[in-house]
């Protein structure tokens, strides 16, 4: 898809949200107000208009960018983005306040504007706050689709900063990443959007295990983009108070970057011209043909090479294909040795040649963290190859984990980057292991950085030793660097539970990264693999159905038998179940050339593959809260069923669909109320005018 000509337009006002047509902006200067034109030369340059109760900073549109006006409120500081005599994005008010920060007496917020200057195309701006003695100085620098927000607190010393939006003004909620949510997310809940739910991560920075990143863009066709490497503590609608606070633990400045455009879409590829477009996908062709079986799910730590190799064979005997089996957890004879337990696996090379010859390549779970009991511990910590403690760097960090407490390997000492990775190298040299499924973090702040080194460093740093090796379509869990960006990674999510709420939040979470720059993007093990109850023989179809219309599929819970976590019973499927998962993977498989075409397509612009409605069709008003529907590349529409139900509805935006599952020809925009589901049957549709609806109709019929 190319990127879309801009025209001017209109707003357009849908069910209460306030949706972006392609739009110019004229912003009507106020009464009695002077004007002073910034130093760009011509009739684009910003313009500030000033009166008692304002300032109003005006960048004209052009033919490329829509232009907006950004009003900064004078009685207490305020915020506020507009577009074509509409808001699309307002800072909150009252007690609450815009600009935030908190001392020792508690939180305290800008009031007063005290001063301003207008010089070089930056507006400056100063104000008194709640707090005796202190000032905020806040400097806005506008350009024609975007403008960078810096401030600070002078006069005292805070412990946080933060901006706070009233999430109304804006429409809806998009991006973050992992959801951290009173209802169980991000494991059982993903909200989309995200002020449909509550949100609260005090731990949302560039170490957390979660999939995250400081972007969020709204309906609006607004977005933010915090700029910090520090950990922040964010809330959206938390307690449902119809806010977004955005604090930075630190005493300042303050860096961020609010953009303005005329779509979602557009705001999305302003992020990726920040933080970058993959450079290529670490997944091969194959990779993205069929999907990755992993032992996790089916046996999760109670598993041995004898289970192993039933397990694929089994599979294999069911005509159930992969390109590669992979052992999780639990192989090793103590975490970090990167040895196999000689108890379990009598015979690793054996067992390693066995799954070559059921056609599958083999891989293996690693962690950097070794666990205290590890004979390599006390060896790493002699050396100096661990993190060191953020209260003694002198001392190896102790950070406790799901397995045990261990050290963590820093990455930025280069020795110890090549002593493990050489003992990685070792490992897969004399068991014949093709890949890696690298888990755990690469860093805690609870450790402190390598001299010189940064937290965020060692999102690049784990970003480039798993580089170096096949992560086999599992890919890895970095995020926040430009260089996790880069690295064309496949996203994979956090564990998710077994049930129908896991299914539907797996779905959204995927929409939720696709559209924060990691557009390889799949599902936690198709079933879940958060330690419940296996999966219903309708939850295991059903979501391998949802993955076949996904980039990548990641498989465990076979669909033959497995074992029940919480009770150690066996769970038999009946033929059926096998009979539908091998449909749903040779489905995936016939969509292959079709993949390519969309990977190849995001690396040459950055454009999530699995994405929203509302990227495709920006005007549909109903796109922008359908949970359960989803483009995958401009030709397919997938909307799979993700209920314990017999019909579902399925929505339509504008334009021509071939209906797969019935062989119809359908008209949008519309929408059906009760289309059939069986277990059979997949609601998918072709969009008939797009690039590869032929290759697609192909594929699918």
């Not at 047509?21 to 002077?34: C, Y």
């Not at 390693?352 to 059921?358: C, G, T």
């Not at 059903?542 to 996904?550: D, G, N, P, T, V």
Request: glycine share 10%.
């Amino acid at each position: 898809m190319r990127r879309p000509s801009r025209r001017l337009g209109v707003l357009l006002a849908v069910s209460g949200l306030v949706l972006a047509l392609p739009v110019a902006l004229t912003a009507p200067e106020p009464a009695q107000a002077r004007t002073r034109t910034g130093t760009a030369a011509g009739r684009h340059a910003p313009r500030l208009t000033h009166s008692a109760d304002r300032l109003t900073l005006t960048v004209p549109a052009d033919r490329t960018t829509p232009g907006y006006t950004l009003r900064v409120t004078r009685n207490q500081l305020g915020l506020t983005t507009g577009r074509s005599g509409g808001t699309v994005l307002a800072t909150a008010g009252g007690a609450t306040g815009a600009l935030r920060f908190q001392t020792a007496g508690g939180w305290q917020h800008a009031t007063r504007v005290t001063d301003w200057t207008w010089k070089n195309g930056t507006l400056t701006v100063t104000a008194a706050t709640t707090a005796p003695g202190a000032t905020v100085r806040a400097r806005i620098t506008p350009a024609a689709d975007r403008y960078r927000l810096d401030w600070q607190v002078l006069g005292t010393a805070p412990e946080r900063l933060g901006l706070a939006y009233d999430l109304s003004s804006a429409g809806h909620w998009y991006g973050h990443g992992e959801t951290r949510t009173p209802h169980g997310g991000p494991a059982t809940d993903q909200p989309w959007p995200l002020d449909s739910g509550q949100v609260a991560d005090p731990a949302f920075g560039p170490a957390s295990y979660y999939m995250v990143d400081p972007f969020w863009y709204t309906s609006s066709a607004a977005g933010l983009h915090v700029d910090t490497g520090r950990v922040m503590n964010v809330a959206v609608n938390q307690d449902e108070d119809g806010l977004g606070r955005f604090d930075i633990e630190s005493a300042g400045p303050y860096k961020a970057t609010v953009f303005v455009e005329s779509t979602p879409l557009e705001v999305y590829r302003d992020y990726v011209g920040v933080v970058g477009r993959p450079d290529k996908s670490d997944a091969t062709r194959r990779q993205f043909a069929e999907p990755v079986w992993n032992s996790w799910a089916q046996f999760y730590t109670h598993v041995d090479q004898a289970r192993l190799l039933g397990y694929a064979q089994d599979l294999h005997d069911h005509g159930i294909t992969g390109h590669t089996l992979q052992l999780d957890d639990r192989w090793e004879s103590d975490y970090g040795n990167l040895t196999f337990d000689p108890k379990a696996y009598p015979d690793p090379g054996a067992m390693s040649r066995r799954i070559h010859d059921l056609g599958f390549d083999f891989g293996l779970w690693v962690t950097l963290w070794i666990n205290l009991d590890s004979d390599q511990y006390r060896y790493a910590a002699d050396h100096g190859y661990l993190l060191g403690a953020a209260t003694d760097p002198a001392e190896p960090c102790r950070v406790t984990w799901w397995n045990g407490t261990a050290g963590i390997v820093d990455l930025a000492n280069p020795e110890a980057r090549a002593w493990y990775e050489g003992r990685l190298r070792g490992l897969m040299r004399t068991y014949g292991v093709d890949g890696l499924k690298f888990d755990t973090r690469f860093f805690d702040e609870r450790c402190v950085p390598r001299a010189g080194h940064q937290p965020t460093d060692y999102q690049r740093l784990g970003a480039q030793l798993a580089d170096e090796f096949d992560l086999q379509g599992v890919g890895i869990r970095v995020h926040w660097d430009t260089t996790a960006h880069r690295a064309g990674f496949v996203t994979r999510q956090l564990d998710k539970g077994t049930g129908w709420d896991s299914l539907r939040a797996a779905v959204t979470q995927n929409l939720a990264l696709s559209t924060i720059g990691y557009p390889f993007v799949t599902t936690d093990m198709i079933g879940g693999s958060g330690g419940q109850p296996a999966p219903t023989k309708q939850v295991l179809v059903r979501w391998a159905q949802a993955a076949s219309l996904m980039p990548l599929m990641y498989a465990s819970t076979s669909p033959v038998e497995t074992v029940d976590v919480t009770t150690g019973g066996k769970v038999v499927y009946d033929a059926q179940t096998a009979v539908l998962y091998r449909e749903a993977i040779a489905r995936h498989g016939r969509l292959a050339s079709y993949l390519g075409d969309q990977v190849r397509h995001t690396l040459s612009t950055g454009d999530p593959i699995m994405r929203p409605l509302f990227f495709d069709f920006p005007h549909d008003g109903q796109a922008y809260t359908i949970t359960d529907e989803w483009m995958l590349g401009p030709a397919v529409l997938a909307a799979p069923q993700l209920a314990d139900a017999v019909s579902r509805s399925v929505h339509l935006p504008a334009g021509t669909w071939y209906d797969v599952a019935r062989a119809r020809t359908l008209h949008g925009p519309q929408t059906i109320p009760a289309y059939p589901t069986p277990l059979n049957a997949i609601p998918v549709f072709v969009n008939l005018k797009a690039k590869d609806a032929k290759k697609v109709l192909r594929a699918l019929r």
